[in-house]
């Protein structure tokens, strides 16, 4: 929420004739502090009013919040009633605020100030609206915003690239504990024991023939010692 600041600045303004004349205009200022709004008009009018100028004054303002419509300069300051139930008692209380707008006279900033707060959840009424001796009204800008260049087309923000990498994460997360495991199938283990070939049916005749010549030749031996 915005805190606005009234200050009031002397200087001497010319007039039509080419005189000049001292006066001492308002401006409404968004500041987070007294000292932060003094350094502001000054570096604000600064290279507004020609000559010097004096900050005489500066005091909180309760402007809520200002309407800036780009056809007019002329503010005029609206006050805002609604009606809100208490949240410790439960009782109703009536709420008053006051708020900025601009507009060419005192009808026209009553169609836009209730244009302006058209999405409020609650009844309001606007019970007063005066013409405002503010001159000008500063928000609050931040530079380091208005000279920063927009970011390359190709590249992401880092709250996009985190929120990317944050679903990434959930998604790998929520695979992992509906994934179950296969078992895995126990592979035979090979008999290590060597397993002899059968012999052929040559191998089989030779083996006879050579036992049907080793009995010829034990009969021979025999019958030589018999001798």
Request: charged share 35%; glycine share 2%; net charge negative.
């Amino acid at each position: 929420m915005r805190t606005w600041f009234l200050c009031k600045v002397k200087y001497a303004k010319e007039n039509e004739q080419g005189l000049l004349k001292n006066v001492t205009e308002q401006y409404l200022i968004d500041a987070v502090s007294f000292t932060e709004a003094e350094a502001r008009i000054y570096d604000m009018l600064g290279s507004v009013i020609r000559g010097d100028f004096q900050v005489t004054n500066i005091s909180k303002s309760n402007i809520v919040d200002v309407f800036f419509y780009d056809d007019i300069d002329l503010w005029h300051k609206c006050k805002i009633t609604y009606v809100v139930a208490d949240a410790d008692s439960g009782k109703e209380k009536k709420v008053t605020q006051y708020m900025l707008v601009t507009a060419h006279d005192v009808k026209e900033a009553y169609e836009r100030i209730h244009e302006s707060l058209s999405n409020m959840l609650v009844t309001f009424r606007v019970p007063d609206i005066n013409e405002s001796p503010i001159v000008e009204i500063f928000p609050y800008e931040s530079e380091d915003e208005e000279l920063l260049p927009p970011p390359p087309s190709h590249l992401k923000p880092v709250s996009e690239v985190k929120a990317d990498q944050q679903r990434r994460d959930e998604a790998r997360a929520e695979n992992q504990q509906n994934h179950t495991p296969e078992e895995e199938e126990e592979e035979p283990v090979e008999d290590e024991t060597t397993i002899e070939d059968e012999p052929s049916e040559e191998d089989i005749e030779i083996k006879e023939e050579v036992s049907e010549e080793e009995d010829h030749t034990e009969d021979s031996e025999e019958e030589e010692e018999d001798k």
